[in-house]
Each structure stands twice: as C-alpha cells, then as structure tokens.
C-alpha cells in the first residue's frame, strides 16, 4: 500500500469514528419542563435540521405542553409524530405549533419527523 492509499483510509476510519460518536455518543441537548402557575408543564422546542433541545425531562401525571416553533421549510420536518401518545401534527414552517399530552406512565417516549430523519425523546420521571 502506498502513502495516498494510507492517508485516504486513516481519514476515511477518522470519518466514520466521528460519525459514530456524533450520532451515538454525543451529549444531547436535554430540557426541564417549567411548571407555570396553573400547574402545566411547558417547554419550547425550536425545529430547524432537527429539534433543540432534543431531550424533554417532564414529570409524570402533571399535563405538558410542548410549543414546537419550525425555523425552516424542509420537507422533513413539516410533520412530528409521538406514536406512544397517538399524536400527528403537521409543523407549519415559521410558526409556532401546540402539542398538549398527559403523561401518565414514567419512560422514555420517543418522537420523529415523518421520515424518521429528525429523532427527540420525551423522558417522564
């Protein structure tokens, strides 16, 4: 093997490390709901090439309500599901879209785009 073929499979395995540990390892950006005065849980989601904060902590029995605001117009994330909690809703893009839900049950509940390209989770305690 000669030296380009070497330099061109350490960066390639440099690469794919990086995407390993950038999908997979990586810390994610996680979220405490704030309690308003009426007792509903909120938390602000902002949705462009994916959601931020991407990791929801709500506590269980006490209603949420997620605001999810799409800075975007990519195909991909005009849609959010949340199977676990029967929820479709379409995003429009440069506004500011509702999700109200009660967790009843303590886990981690996950929820996507429609494609399944954009990925966040919902943890109850």
Do not use: H
Request: glycine content about 8%; charged content about 20%; some cysteine.
């Amino acid at each position: 093997m000669d030296t380009p073929a070497i330099m061109v499979t350490v960066i390639g395995l440099a690469l794919a490390g990086f995407v390993l540990w950038y999908f997979f390892f990586s810390a994610r950006q996680t979220a405490n709901a704030v309690s308003s005065s009426s007792g509903v849980q909120e938390v602000a989601i902002t949705v462009k090439g994916g959601y931020s904060p991407d990791v929801i902590e709500v506590e269980r029995g006490k209603p949420v309500q997620l605001s999810f605001y799409r800075d975007e117009e990519n195909s991909c994330s005009e849609e959010l599901l949340m199977p676990d909690f029967s929820i479709r809703r379409d995003l429009p893009a440069f506004k500011t879209t509702l999700v109200e839900l009660l967790p009843k049950e303590a886990g981690t509940f996950p929820f996507t785009c429609g494609m399944g390209m954009l990925r966040g989770s919902l943890v109850v305690k």
